[in-house]
């Protein structure tokens, strides 16, 4: 499926906007200097044309006016287009980071994909995320099946709740054997500690890749190989709303993102001493 090419969208909606403001200012300044033009041809030189000119060019600079204050009006909205754009490509590039991780650490591997329910809300999001892990897989290394926990209501006007618990999670990845993946875009059950997940024969237990949500709680796990990667924000950053997406994909989650494995777990864990609850109080 096609990329989103966040780069290319913003630089359009940026040319359209500053080009219109740029063309208005353009034609105003030849109304107003065909008007005075005009004024100056009447008064001085008696010329008949003149004044009929000078009041054309007022009525079109006035119009030419009206159209600048709609612009500035709609700015607004158009930096509001900008914003999401951006964070569209960012999505996408978050995900085509982990898929690309993923085809180097663990190439061959069958995916459970864990997801929220699909709703009209968040549809072009859940689209854009499973394309760019797809853009980030290899050949070897596919989405075989995608769960989501059932919703408690369908109200448009409302957030979406639905219950994602350890005997939820270990339901899903039982029904399918198949997979020796498991990616999770909601993050990890509330309760977390009575997966059965944990207690499966390391051959039996499918790798787990947690892509969103808290690792409060998966410092041990991580250090273990429980988990065998996790996404958590890189808390360094400082965001800014005039900040070009870059280009390249890596460039992109780095700035925004960390992915924690066991390679990297201890000097993560020092960098942010607050990112993990305590490993005492984890044992408690």
Known sequence: ??????????ITLKLVSSGRVIMLYFFMVVCSALMLYGHIQYRVKNAVWGRPL???????TIILA??????????????????LDKERGYVYATMQYIGDYLSVQYPEH??????????????ERHELMIDGLEKGLNDNLQILAVETPSPLNFDSGSDLDYIFDAELFDRMVK???ECNMVVSLIGMPADIRKMRFWSLEPEERPKLVVAYGSIRELQSAIKMGFVSAAVTHNWNYKHSL??????????????????V???????????????FVKEEEEDE
């Open 1 to 10: 499926m096609p990329g989103f090419d966040g780069k290319h969208h913003l």
């Open 261 to 275: 494995d066991r390679r990297n777990i201890d000097q993560i864990a020092a960098e942010f001493p607050t990112l």
């Open 66 to 83: 009206i159209a600048k204050i709609v612009a500035i009006v709609n700015e607004p909205h158009e930096q509001q287009v900008r914003i």
């Open 110 to 123: 069958r995916i459970l994909l864990i997801a929220q329910p699909v709703t009209e809300q968040n549809k």
């Open 54 to 60: 000078a009041g054309g060019m007022g009525v079109f």
């Open 242 to 259: 005039s900040e070009p997406l870059p280009e390249n994909f890596k460039d992109a989650f780095e700035r925004r993102f960390i992915l």
């Open 175 to 177: 029904l399918h054997p």
